[in-house]
Nanobody, 120 residues
Framework: QVQLVESGGGLVQAGGTLRLTCVAS????????MGWYRQAPGKQRELVSS???????DYLDSVKGRFTITRDNAKNTVYLQMNNLKPEDTAVYYC??????????????WGQGTQVTVSS
């Protein structure tokens, strides 16, 4: 099994910053990609940003230029630096990792979620 532990959420005023951290542990053979999703009340979960093993990165259009994803492969950790936060960024943020647990077996794993609240 693989566990993802998130930290760094909280309450911040508009224009403020937060940094989310997600650490993966357990039966990890190789991590293919890690990323962050978010889900606001009454809305579907959406991909905020992801980074693959080769360093390829994707961002949700609305966060481009404000959020930065980075990854420490040696520590199985992914970070999301969030700058110039807006009230519409308010959501529960979930860490996701696509992990090979053996040479041939992979699966998607999720963290428990961390609340980000941006006040206007």
């Amino acid at each position: 099994q693989v566990q993802l532990v998130e930290s760094g959420g909280g309450l911040v005023q508009a224009g403020g910053t937060l940094r989310l951290t997600c650490v993966a542990s357990g039966s990890i053979f190789r991590i293919i990609a890690m990323g962050w999703y978010r889900q606001a009340p009454g809305k579907q979960r959406e991909l905020v940003s992801s980074i693959n093993a080769g360093g390829g990165i994707d961002y949700l259009d609305s966060v481009k230029g404000r959020f930065t994803i980075t990854r420490d492969n040696a520590k199985n950790t992914v970070y999301l630096q969030m700058n110039n936060l807006k009230p519409e960024d308010t959501a529960v943020y979930y860490c996701n990792a696509r992990v090979y647990t053996t040479v041939v077996t992979w699966d998607d794993y999720w963290g428990q979620g961390t609340q980000v609240t941006v006040s206007s």
